[in-house]
């Protein structure tokens, strides 16, 4: 079946202007997660959602990103007035629960640069 | 709080040679997860853990609970093994939601 995927694959921007990530989780997959991944770094978790309980926002940089998860599947992660230091791989992960025995499958992830 | 460390960061080794990564963390955990990146970025979860060890094909995982330590070993290493290795732990109670805490990743480079 279907795998996780992300769009856009690669998203160039200009600094202060606002950008949206898509995530399309596995369906029947009620965990998701947004991970960060920047330049010669490791990942880092930024927030995730499980079935109607409210996300887990701690790995959250700042109040200029936010995220939401429509109808239990798709998700969008939005960062507002984007920074040069936001440019990363953001990665979507979704799993059958968010249990620690929970495989995670990741998407593709989209390459965000900030100019 | 929890912090995931790795050794080495990078690693060459010739077609053939068995390696070991290292991944050590601080708190108690309830799982440890490997995962495998790809040059081109994809990521692929290896093995998930929560005692003993765990063989797949060529790789094999094991972890110490005690001594806060799991090593993923590859057998017969191949070219196609280059990629980056991240170890993940997810603290707390496995009947507890938790998200993961990462290693920086090792970078390992098989040459034939």
């Known amino acids: 079946g279907a795998g996780v995927s992300q769009s856009p694959s690669n998203k160039v921007t200009e600094k202060g202007k606002d950008v949206e990530l898509r995530c399309d989780p596995i369906?029947?997959?009620?965990?998701l997660y947004w991970y960060r991944q920047s330049l010669g770094q490791g990942l880092e978790f930024l927030i995730y959602?499980?079935?109607?309980?409210?996300?887990?926002k701690s790995g959250l940089p700042s109040d200029r990103f936010s995220a939401e998860r429509t109808g239990g599947s798709v998700s969008t992660l939005t960062i507002q007035r984007t920074q040069q230091e936001d440019s990363a791989v953001y990665l979507c992960?979704?799993?059958?629960?968010?249990?620690?025995?929970?495989?995670?499958?990741f998407g593709p992830g989209t390459r965000l640069t900030v100019l | 709080k929890n912090e995931v460390e790795q050794s080495p960061q990078n690693l060459t080794a010739q077609e053939g040679e068995f390696i070991t990564i290292n991944c050590s963390y601080s708190?108690?955990?309830?799982?440890l997860h490997w995962l495998q990146q790809h040059p081109g970025g994809g990521i692929v979860s290896l093995f998930m853990?929560?005692?003993g060890k765990k063989k797949h094909g060529r790789l094999i995982a094991t972890i110490n609970i005690q001594e806060k330590h799991s090593s993923l070993h590859i057998t017969a290493s191949h070219p196609r093994d280059s990629a980056v290795y991240i170890c993940?732990?997810?603290?707390?109670?496995?009947?507890?939601?938790?998200?993961?805490?990462f290693g920086t990743g090792t970078r390992l480079q098989v040459t034939l």
């Open positions: 993940a732990s997810h603290a707390g109670d496995t009947g507890t939601a938790s998200k993961l805490t």
């Open positions: 992960a979704s799993s059958l629960g968010s249990l620690a025995y929970n495989e995670q499958f």
């Open positions: 959602f499980q079935g109607n309980s409210a996300p887990d």
């Open positions: 708190v108690g955990i309830s799982a």
């Open positions: 369906s029947g997959h009620t965990a």
């Open positions: 853990l929560s005692s």
